[in-house]
Antibody, heavy 121, light 107 residues
Framework: QVQLQESGPGLVKPSQTLSLTCTVSGGSISSGGYYWSWIRQHPGKGLEWIGY???????YYNPSLKSRVTISVDTSKNQFSLKLSSVTAADTAVYYC?????????????WGQGTLVTVSS | DIQMTQSPSSLSASVGDRVTITCQASQDISNYLNWYQQKPGKAPKLLIYDASNLETGVPSRFSGSGSGTDFTFTISSLQPEDIATYYCQQYDNLALTFGGGTKVEIK
């Protein structure tokens, strides 16, 4: 059973960089066939896709966040990470990592439990 | 960007009622449409993929239909455990987009 777990600071100061890591267990990131994604949810609001990475390092980002987002992968640790720069209070949200199955049908089949990141001084 | 318009934003229904949620895409997305259920404090859970395919283990009272720009999600007989917010999500292009969500409550 694949499991994903987010980790990182729960509080980030404005203008700083938010950094989160997703650790994958029960499956290898290097196996291919999946995009490894980040999604966020502002308090009481809907879901916003941030971007994804393939095990090879190829990435694709939400155009609205592209200038501030970097997603990277460390296959040796079976982890992938999110960096969001120049954060403001508007970046306060629950951040989820997820695995998107590729192939004929694409869907986010496995999710982490989510981690709340608050941007505040 | 492909926009997903979901309606209603909330609904209240009785146990046993048939519940229908719609999702409209801003352009043709074929059947590249998934439905998720999110309970309070939990991560979303995949229910339906490719517009009409039931994910393994999901009760058969959940169903989906549609193609192109108009899609429907149905709960045939609402149960207390179905209280949640439901989201549609498209993957027609490289970017993913979610609908705004529909909060389902028991009357």
């Amino acid at each position: 059973q694949v499991q994903l777990q987010e980790s990182g600071p729960g509080l980030v100061k404005p203008s700083q960089t938010l950094s989160l890591t997703c650790t994958v267990s029960g499956g290898s990131i290097s196996s291919g066939g999946y995009y490894w994604s980040w999604i966020r949810q502002h308090p009481g609001k809907g879901l916003e896709w941030i971007g994804y990475i393939y095990y090879s390092g190829s990435t694709y980002y939400n155009p609205s966040l592209k200038s501030r987002v970097t997603i990277s992968v460390d296959t040796s640790k079976n982890q992938f990470s999110l960096k969001l720069s120049s954060v403001t209070a508007a970046d306060t949200a629950v951040y989820y990592c997820a695995r998107e199955e590729l192939g004929a049908a694409r869907h986010l089949g496995y999710w982490g439990q989510g981690t709340l990141v608050t941007v505040s001084s | 960007d492909i926009q997903m318009t979901q309606s209603p934003s909330s609904l209240s229904a009785s146990v046993g009622d048939r519940v229908t949620i719609t999702c409209q895409a801003s352009q043709d997305i074929s059947n590249y449409l998934n439905w998720y259920q999110q309970k309070p404090g939990k991560a979303p859970k995949l229910l339906i993929y490719d517009a009409s395919n039931l994910e393994t283990g999901v009760p058969s009272r959940f169903s989906g239909s549609g193609s192109g720009t108009d899609f429907t999600f149905t709960i045939s007989s609402l149960q207390p455990e179905d209280i949640a917010t439901y989201y549609c999500q498209q993957y027609d292009n490289l970017a993913l987009t979610f609908g705004g969500g529909t909060k389902v409550e028991i009357k």
